[in-house]
């Protein structure tokens, strides 16, 4: 029998629910020794029947595959967001100008239908390739290579090799088709073909839907031989293309590459010409000089690596999820990750609570560099932040729900959650206090981080309401359980509140400045409530219902607030009641808690259970949920979750006053060895 990795997830997912453990490690690895190629690098597929996109990206660009290996599906641009008038700026993705066409003489274009044969495709998570092949009837093999450079941000390539199955005359075109922007009076799409310092070059550059940007885009050809003469075809201001014409007898092989350059005009007030020098600036070194490049870059990343021997299969999964989170940001942009990266413009691309509490924790100890960016995001939207929080009666900076590159609410209205789920302003504080500890850089907490936490720590000083006890509460919000709305005392978001607060005190003694005293007096003094039964209370009037996920136990993790027996206690009580259609992140909180107590069997499982049921084929990315109909992924999110228990829970990092530190841990009896390495550093536990 034949064990495709449609199958597979289908087995996984029936024995998983049935919960007999010992048959599903057996039948995984049965399935996967006789099935096809895997490894903990290279992730193959070769079966379309239920086929969802890989993800390429670097950073700056990220591309969603087809399954012809020669077109895309979706193209993002990260901070490229718009909106129609009356609507929310959106992560968009509506300029493809990686689709070829190759068409057969008598035989027309080839489509990916019956007639395809012996198809593979493979995500490098090395070096962050996609390679495709297959055989096109009895005519031509295609292979291709597409990859989102890592060494010229603003471009991707896919580089094709073609070769006849029998003698065959071909052509080739590189379409680009482009929105209407007639409606936008002055602002009407520019297309056209040049020579840009004697390489051809077809450029688009166009209007975003609202009018208040542009996108530019640049195409070339690169070829390993002679170059064949180029026929540039425009139908009309908003479909071109670039072609040519080759012969090829039988067994013969042709190469050529096509690179793309994208960007837009919040990253450069030239964004046209950028898109021009973009696209050639590489072009006298050749593609395969570039692909060299671009997989040097990738080297260099994977310095920054999570090793764990005995396991193949979660090796690949933690693999697969530092991939997913090194595709989606670039040191120095400042730029932050969406829930989805740029494969998916899930929840418009927005920046959540998500990039600070799952994805950043395990950057900060794998790539600072990329946390940094994360952080300089939140600064640069720190003007309109502080507006909000002066419109809505606060003091210092209040953070929206859901952030746009400004720093506006981009939440639908249709929601509650942009005007009370305030915690996403104490998790930017807890994020801006763990990099100095991290880094124990004195000089950018003078100079960035402290102004951000005295802000946060206004804004929580203001935000809370005292009692006729001299008690203060954080009134009419919403937690992370966002099943619950217009709730009083989240103990999440006054544990959060109070930590920022005293984050903030601690940041001003070191650095010898004079903290406002209500902000300890409000730590001191806001509740956290506990129930009659002694474990804390999620809420003022909770009664048990159903939540979405874990709210009371991030008391424990991440904000070390809760210690000792409570953590018991709160485990215990909040474990059975998250919803089992929780997002991917719910349970790695409570993995690693239970790591961190010693439980490790118990933590092992909730580790698998906070991803593995929501496995896409073929390629095993995540989607938030295990729901079928769950299909916004790749979910950076929860892959930052399962890493979190990962480091903090089974590598035992910890985030101290003195830096990072590695307390003894228990490694799963499932894993010989486990090494996190980071910054030329090796942290390793051993069986």
Known sequence: MKYTPSKILTLFTIIRKMKKKLLLVLLI?????????????????TDTTDYHSCFVGNGIIGICSNRAGIKTDEVYVNGLYDCVPGGYPSLISFYKPLNIDINIKGLGNVQFDKSVANWKQSINLKTAILHTSYQYGKKIAISSRLMAL??????????????????????????????????????????GYKKYQGIPVMYSFMPTLSGQGYIAGANTYYFSGKMPELQYLKENPNNQKIAFNITLKKGKKYTFTIVSSITHSNFTTDPLNDALR??????????????????????????????????????????????????SIKEGSNLSIPPCGLSKNGWGGHIFWDAELWMYPALLIMKPGFAKSMLEFRSNTINQCKKRAVLSGYNGVMFPWESDMIGNE?????????????????????????YYLVTQDKKWLQQKGYPMMK???????????????????????IGPDEFHENIDDNAFTNGAAITCLLNATKAATILNELPDKKWQEVADKLVILKSDEGHTLQYKGYKGETIKQADVN????????????????DLNYYEGKISKNCPAMAHCVLATIYSRLGNTDKAYDLFQKSYTNNYKSPFFFISETSSAT?????????YGGM????????AGLRITENGLTQEKSTLPKQWKSLTIKTGGKQYKVSQ
């Open 29 to 45: 690895t049965y399935c996967y020794s006789n099935s096809y190629s895997q490894n903990s690098w290279v992730v193959t597929a």
């Open 554 to 569: 991030l008391l424990s993790y991440p904000l070390n607030l809760v210690t000792g027996d409570q953590i018991t206690k």
């Open 455 to 477: 802000e946060i720590a206004d804004f929580w000083a203001s935000r809370a309401t005292i009692d006729k006890d001299g008690k203060y509460h954080i009134l009419n919000v």
């Open 410 to 434: 981009c939440t639908p209205t249709s929601y509650k959650l942009d005007m009370n789920e305030h915690h996403v302003t104490a998790d930017v504080g807890i994020a801006f206090w763990n």
């Open 643 to 650: 890493l979190q228990t990962v480091l903090y829970g089974f």
């Open 278 to 327: 973009s696209c050639g600036r590489d072009y006298p070194r050749g593609f395969e000089t570039i692909i060299e490049q671009h997989e040097q870059k990738w080297a260099e990343l994977w310095e920054n690596d999570i090793e764990i021997e005995g396991d193949e299969i979660a090796q690949r999964d933690v693999r697969i999820g530092l991939y997913t989170l090194y595709s």
């Open 630 to 638: 769950s299909t916004n992924m790749t979910f950076c999110t929860g």
């Open 150 to 191: 890592r060494n010229n941000p603003m471009c991707a390539m896919n580089s094709l090799e073609l070769e006849a199955l029998e003698d065959v005359e071909l052509t080739i075109e590189n379409n680009v088709f482009i929105p209407d922007r007639a409606h936008l009076k002055g602002n009407n799409n520019q297309t």
